[in-house]
């Protein structure tokens, strides 16, 4: 039962971040804020983005997660199921900060099998230490049978909405998660070196300079949107298709590098049966459009909220890590391909 309270407790924060959400925190006006007890708080600063976190290092630890960038989960020698998420995505337009809280709530039944959205609670506009206005409110949830408690930060920074969420089993206190995030601060200046490092994308190009550094060119017309999983990349044309994302993932020395590529292909076609149905690999095989660099493609018909879709996916090999390409288009995969070798892997 404990396992099953993790799982769901991750999915929630995989899913949030999946709907272009963030979670963060502040104390609640009218309610007494109760201290976290901690053995020792570390500081972590993003200048990717631009926040700051204190957290108990002793209970917490931080990890590159299948959420986004920032996860911080329960250490497994600490007693509770808590989780911490953290990470940032395009503001969505048109909408006030108090209503993305409605937004939240009203994804989470969409993304998450078997969620039922039990209420949300203490919705108010807030500020954060640094200044900062928030939207402060609670989620109580079920999910596949589990009673979970959340609580939330949103808040926008230049034109990206940022969330900072803590989620817990129903028997933990609401005000703890409310303390331990409380120190989301945004006060902290971009680094466009640390920015370059991770991935960045402006006006048709996207440019990285960490291992495994590349340029990509994509058409103008694409718009960024929320990054999922490990993506460091994800945009598309506002009317949905076709779409592209980019995330980097590690290869292990010494096994055989087409092999592992296959995996990939196969395992991302596998991953889409927690989104959509009838997935069919159509074909998949290794293919030399990267010259000295390995690449697998992948192609993939299947049904996404009842419509036909078409995905091709290239793998790149360099450095032991993997550059995964892939695009979703409801017309030939040749638009796509030709965005994929516009890549230049020796900048």
């Known amino acids: 039962m404990k396992n099953d ?4 407790t991750w999915i929630v924060f995989c899913v949030l971040t999946a709907s272009s959400l963030f979670f963060a925190f502040a104390p609640m006006a009218g309610r007494a804020e109760k201290s976290v007890p901690v053995s020792k708080l570390e500081h972590y600063e993003d200048k ?11 209970k917490l630890t931080k990890e590159i997660g299948p959420i986004g960038s920032f996860v911080f989960v329960r250490r497994e020698s600490a007693e509770g199921l808590q989780r911490l998420g953290i990470t940032a995505g395009p503001y969505p337009s048109g909408t006030a900060l108090k209503d993305t809280a409605d937004l939240i709530s009203s994804s989470l039944p969409k993304m998450i099998p078997d969620c039922l959205i039990h209420n949300v609670n203490n919705q108010q506009l807030i500020e954060l ?5 928030a939207n402060y409110f609670e989620i109580k949830m079920n999910i596949g049978g589990s009673e979970l408690i ?8 230049n034109d990206r909405l940022i969330v900072f969420g803590a989620a817990d089993s129903q028997d933990e206190s609401m005000e703890n998660l409310t303390a331990i995030v409380k120190s989301l601060r945004l006060d902290v200046e971009v680094d466009e070196a640390v920015l370059m490092a991770r991935g960045f994308a402006k006006d048709g190009k996207f440019v990285r300079t960490d291992s495994p550094a590349f340029t990509l060119n994509y058409p103008k017309a694409f718009q960024n949107r ?6 460091i990349f994800r945009a598309g044309i506002p009317q949905w298709s076709p779409s592209m994302a980019i995330s980097i993932s590690w290869l292990q020395a010494g096994e055989d590098i087409n092999m592992q590529l296959k995996r990939l292909a196969e395992g991302y076609a596998y991953g889409l049966k927690s989104v959509g149905r009838d997935i069919k690999i159509v074909s998949q095989h290794p293919i030399t459009t990267y010259k000295e660099f390995d690449a697998y493609q992948v192609q993939i018909v299947w049904l996404f909220r009842g419509h036909p879709l078409t995905t091709v996916v290239h793998i790149i090999a360099k450095e032991n890590k993997a550059i995964q390409l892939a695009g ?20």
């Open 328 to 347: 979703h288009t409801v017309y030939g995969i040749e638009e796509l391909t030709y965005i994929f070798q516009t890549i230049n892997l020796n900048p």
């Open 150 to 157: 959340s609580a939330f930060v949103t808040a926008q920074k």
């Open 226 to 231: 929320v990054l999922q999983s490990n993506q």
């Open 5 to 8: 309270i993790k799982r769901t």
């Open 48 to 58: 990717a983005i631009g926040f700051s976190i204190d957290y108990d290092s002793k």
């Open 129 to 133: 230490k640094d200044g900062s206005k």
